[in-house]
């Protein structure tokens, strides 16, 4: 059943989506340019009712919040009141690596003030998440520790053979290919299936499956797993503290009129 299930992903991961997939079928309509100009229009939208006081923070914590409940997450309520930093660069960014043991995913954590279960359910976003071929192809697919032609071990062994033949085969041109970082079918709903997949060894990326590899935080996956409501009930008070971090407030920062960009 597990091999029938990731087959479906890989079919639709590889053969069915693609840049531009709308491109023709709508009449002479650009799709993307659409959705790209109503979610502008909004922007523009609000500041015209609201000048000079909504900042893009705020909007991109409302917008997560919306998306959620839209997911079928729980809906919950938000603090607002965030400026924007006058400073925003690439280099600045620390993101958790794809290939984190869970001790560094917890600390990483750790340091912005999160407790290690904070840091598993934060994973569970995962539950919507998608990542590329390139980023499991040689960690965990056909070069694990270094080792051509190894497969991580700690991937169910139907799963790996169904991402090395349909999905991620071993050629440079399926880097780019899709994998949805929880199954097809639950890819677009926010609910506890990432988990489950992590008990049955199917985490996608290293920093994923790492979560159950390591006893300090299994027992947080099991508990996840094994209670749907749980999930959805404390999923959103972890986003909620995250979003509480290093906030500027006050007359910190600007409130920006266009968000890609500084006053």
Partial sequence: MAAVAMLSLATAGSAQLQQGFYKGKCNGTDVEAVVRGIVKSWFAELERRCPGVVSCSDIQILATRDAVALGGGAAYPVRTGRRDRRRSLAYDVRLPAPDYTAAQTTAYYGRLGLSAFDAVLLLGAHTVGATRCSAIKSSRLYAYGGRPGATDPG????TASVYKRYVCPNVASSDGNVVFLD????????DNHYYRNLQLRRG??????????????RWIVDLLANDAGLFTSLFPQALVKLSEVNVLT?????????????N
């Fill in 183 to 190: 199954d097809q079918w639950s890819a677009l709903r926010v």
């Fill in 250 to 262: 006050g007359t910190q920062g600007e409130i920006r009129k266009v968000c890609n960009r500084f």
């Fill in 155 to 158: 991937v169910d062994p139907a």
């Fill in 204 to 217: 996608v990326l290293p920093c994923d499956q790492n979560l159950y590899k390591d006893g300090s935080t």
